[in-house]
């Protein structure tokens, strides 16, 4: 069960957008699945929802056997679950150090202590740890806000991997990259799955990285699930075909 | 606390007439300070927190244009033109530089100015209490009115502050500057990448909220004893009526300076000590029950 | 390092024995920590309060009204105004944080001008307008005699400096750097776990406190207390004195606070529009330097001077 995400007729509705229209998946301990979707499909909604950011307007939500739905945010985090954004959100202030050491102190619930000084020995080491995970430990001194776009998205997924999630939700990781740089962006997050025993969910715009390295593969469209497999059965399947290229000409279901 | 003067006053419709006129010309005044300050916070951001000195130099913009004239509308035009001149040169000289900077930045100038504005008016004019007396045009017999007696000086000030709240809301809602003015209170950039004059249309609106607080000032004159300290008490008060009439609504501000208008009128029989502290209160309670005021838009 | 500072300015003042310099002194250590306390809230947690004063004056008047009953000795009653001052923080403080930027300030602002109209209107209990009547009785305790200037001084500025590396501690501590995060991303900060809410709340409680003691002080210092130590003034020369300091530098408010009483002296000695002065004095801070007075030195000294200090201060 640890490790485990199921998602029952998740719905969520903005006005007269249904951005998650009955979603069931699921998502198997030390997984590796890409969610794919037009733009607007609600893939950043659906993290949203699973990481309880937004509350749903009906369905369940699984984490490790127990239904988190209605739990505050930090309280899922707590339970195992971390994630990157879309547009790194970081602290622009805080060297690179200081911003792993702060959320490794956030994993030790060590975060509220008063008595000692920032970082705390242990933490740094281990946040030092994560630099190197991901290839950072070059750029450890400098100010979060100095890094170039690459290493500030690098940045965002080391913060949620310094709370040694069971389930890392990563909303495009190689958004606003070129193609070598998404390349090695991407072998890096699938080095960092095989490396760790987590499931990894990841948001992919680029089709060809996705059917590299996914494991299986879900479609959303327009907040409802079209399609799920492995890479091989969801290129084939002609509903995805229809709302990836049929998107254009305007034929859209609903 | 002193109900049974609360109750007495109540029970008796000379004193309630009595009352609730004091109520509405306190809220007229508050109305048109507090459109200006609310009309500067929706289109630029910025809460001006000089806006009570402006009203201040109507007041004596005023009182000056009157013993040199004579005439007490020459007297008004004076305070708020006055004051609408000194409000964009103040805008475009001070408050423009600290646009992009924090609000504790913005606050700061403002501060610095009301300490300044209120030493200037101690040298201009003195620092003992001053008085227009009743312009000879106004000193008639008070109106009978539903068994009491309004002077006619407080029913011209209503009726051109009621026209003053129609005329901005006419020009807010139905004009191509209006139209401007909302477009700027949501997309500053957009707007100037169409190819409007924003930082002009600033200056505009800002020039028209300093306006209506020089005539604030300007229509206070007959009936208020100025001081060096007046602009401080009428900032706090409207700013309270900004904030629960909703920040950057102008209808809101009317309801909510006639509301504050009438809980100091009968407070200040009932709770001569505590009208202040009732405010507050009641501006608490309109923040934590629905913080963007009473007709405020919801935050994006 | 300090401690020595502590040491080096009581040694100096009892050398010179000046009153003059010794008011100066004991009015920066009580300014100075209220500067310091609202820092906490404004530069720290990135709650800008509007209604600062109310712990002060709260502090004050707990503090003299339970000195003036004659029932309980100083460090007693110290305590109580200190946690009665907390639990005003809570209360109130529960309330403003669900409020955010401009909003939050202005609902601290309307709780202190509710406090300051009590303490106006509730004449019986705290004299209204003319302030707490009668002095604050200053009993001996300990073997520490207050009414002695000479050891009222040394008490202050060693509980003035005490709370110094107290607030100093907590804001390089884990607790000060989680305040950071809460400032600049509470999204990404709650995405670490972080309780957002919990943390604005106990650094408005943490720095209303801390203003408390700042009030305590002063109530002993000038044997009463008077409505003006709740009035909105007060907190806008908080906001005054950090902002002419520097809020990004630690030290900074404490200067700022040091800077706003030596301005204010001098301007009140040598001219009649104090006001006039002043305003043209701020101007040129904000709109010349653009940050306050010590940041700005810091960044032109560079980052060895920070080093330093930031390592010893
Ligand atoms: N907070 C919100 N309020 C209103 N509508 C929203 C909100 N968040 C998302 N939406 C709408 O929900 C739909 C799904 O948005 P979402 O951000 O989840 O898409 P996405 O699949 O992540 O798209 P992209 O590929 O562009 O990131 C869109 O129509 C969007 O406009
Ligand atoms: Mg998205």
């Excluded at chain 2, 030493?119 to 008639?140: C, E, N, R, S, Y």
């Excluded at chain 3, 339970?66 to 209360?91: E, H, K, R």
């Amino acid at each position: 069960m640890q490790g485990r995400l199921t998602i029952k007729r998740l719905t969520k509705r903005f006005g007269g957008v249904a951005a998650a229209d009955n979603v069931n998946l699921d998502f198997a301990p030390g997984s590796l699945t890409a969610i794919i979707g037009p733009n607007g499909a609600g893939k950043t909604t659906l993290f949203n929802l699973i990481a309880g950011r937004l509350k749903p307007d009906a369905g369940e939500v699984w984490l490790s056997g127990e239904n988190v739905v209605g739990l505050p945010e930090v309280e899922i985090v707590r339970r195992g679950l971390s994630r990157a954004f879309q547009i790194a959100s970081l602290f622009p202030q805080f060297t690179v150090e200081q911003a792993l050491a702060a959320a490794v102190h956030a994993r030790w619930r060590q975060s509220h202590s008063i008595l000692r000084r920032f970082p705390l020995p242990s933490a740094r080491a281990r946040a030092r740890e994560v630099l190197e995970l991901v290839g950072l430990e070059a750029v450890a001194g400098q100010a979060s806000q100095q890094l170039s776009h690459g290493d500030q998205k690098l940045l965002d997924i080391a913060l949620a991997l310094a709370l040694e999630p069971r389930v890392l939700l990563l909303d495009e990781p190689t958004a606003g990259m070129g193609r070598e740089a998404r390349w090695q962006m991407i072998e890096k997050v699938h080095n960092l799955w095989s490396q760790q025993s987590l499931t990894l969910i990841f948001i992919e715009h680029d089709i060809d990285i996705v059917f590299q390295i996914a494991q299986s593969v879900r479609v959303l469209h327009y907040g409802k699930v079209l399609a799920e497999g492995s890479p091989r059965e969801v290129r084939g399947n002609p509903a995805v075909i229809e709302a990836y290229l049929g998107a254009t000409s305007a034929s859209v279901p609903v | 606390m002193n109900l049974p003067a609360l109750l007495d006053c109540v029970s008796s419709s000379s004193c309630v007439v009595t009352q609730v006129s004091t109520g509405l010309i306190i809220g007229m005044l508050l109305f048109l300070v507090a459109s200006g300050l609310t009309l500067i916070f929706g289109v630029l951001g910025v809460i001006n927190f000089t806006h009570g000195s402006f009203y201040m130099l109507g007041a004596y913009f005023s009182l000056t244009a009157y013993r040199v004239t004579g005439s007490y509308f020459d007297a008004v035009i004076a305070g708020a033109l006055g004051v609408a001149v000194f409000g964009v040169v103040f805008e475009r000289l001070f408050i423009s530089p600290v646009y992009n900077s924090n609000v504790l930045m913005q606050l700061l100038v403002c501060y610095a100015f009301i300490l300044i504005l209120d030493d200037v008016v101690k040298i201009v004019w003195g620092t003992d209490f001053q008085t227009m007396g009743m312009p000879a045009t106004f000193a008639l017999p008070p109106i009978h009115l539903f068994g009491g007696f309004v002077p006619p000086f407080y029913v011209f000030l209503t009726g051109l502050t009621v026209a003053a709240a129609f005329s901005l809301s006419v020009l807010v809602n139905k004009t191509r500057f209006g139209k401007l003015v909302r477009a700027a209170a949501v997309n500053r950039q957009m707007l100037s990448c169409l190819g409007v004059n924003t930082s002009l249309l600033y200056a505009a609106v800002f020039g028209l909220g300093s306006l209506l607080a020089g005539a604030a000032g300007a229509l206070a004159a007959p009936v208020r004893s100025m001081s060096p300290e007046m602009g401080f008490s009428i900032l706090i008060e409207s700013f309270i009526v900004t904030v629960i009439g909703g920040m950057g609504s102008i209808i809101g501000a009317f309801f909510a300076a006639v509301l504050v208008g009438i809980i100091r009128a009968f407070g200040s029989i009932g709770y001569p000590l505590f009208t202040d502290g009732l405010m507050f209160a009641f501006m608490a309670l309109v923040l934590l029950v629905k913080p963007t005021g009473l007709f405020g838009r919801k935050l994006a | 390092m300090a401690l020595s500072g502590c040491l080096v300015v009581i040694a100096l003042a009892l050398t010179l024995d000046n009153p003059q310099f010794a008011d100066f002194v004991l009015r920066l250590s009580i300014f100075g920590l209220y500067a310091l306390s609202l820092n906490l809230l404004v530069g720290y947690a990135g709650l800008v309060s509007f209604g600062h004063a109310m712990f002060f004056g709260f502090g004050a008047y707990a503090f003299g009204l339970l000195m003036q009953t004659g029932l309980v000795s100083i460090p007693l009653a110290f305590v109580v105004s200190i946690a009665g001052a907390a639990v005003l923080a809570v209360s109130v403080g529960a309330l403003c944080i669900r409020l955010k930027d401009i909003y939050f300030g202005i609902l601290t602002l309307a709780f202190q001008m509710l406090l300051h109209a009590v303490i106006l209107s509730w004449v019986s209990l705290t004299g209204g307008d003319q302030g707490l009547q009668g002095g604050i009785p200053r009993p001996p305790f300990l073997g520490v005699d207050l009414g002695n200037p000479k050891q009222f001084f040394v008490l202050a500025c060693v509980f003035f400096f005490g709370l110094v590396l107290l607030v100093r501690q907590m804001v390089e501590s884990p607790f000060g750097y989680s305040l950071r995060m809460v400032r600049d991303n509470p999204e990404r900060a709650l995405a670490l776990g972080l309780s957002v809410q919990r943390y604005k709340l106990a650094a408005f409680v943490i720095s209303g406190t801390i203003a408390a003691n700042a009030g305590v002080l002063m109530s002993l210092y000038v044997s009463g207390a008077y409505p003006n130590f709740a009035y909105w003034t007060l907190s806008g020369d908080g906001i005054l004195m950090i902002m002419l300091g520097g809020m990004t530098v630690f030290l900074g408010p404490i200067a700022g606070a040091g800077i706003f009483l030596m301005l204010n002296g001098i301007i009140t000695r040598t001219t009649e529009y104090s006001g006039l002065v002043m305003g043209i004095v701020l101007l040129c801070v904000v709109l010349g330097l653009r940050r306050g007075v010590l940041d700005f030195v810091f960044e032109r000294c560079g980052p060895w001077a920070v080093r330093r200090l930031s390592r010893e201060g």
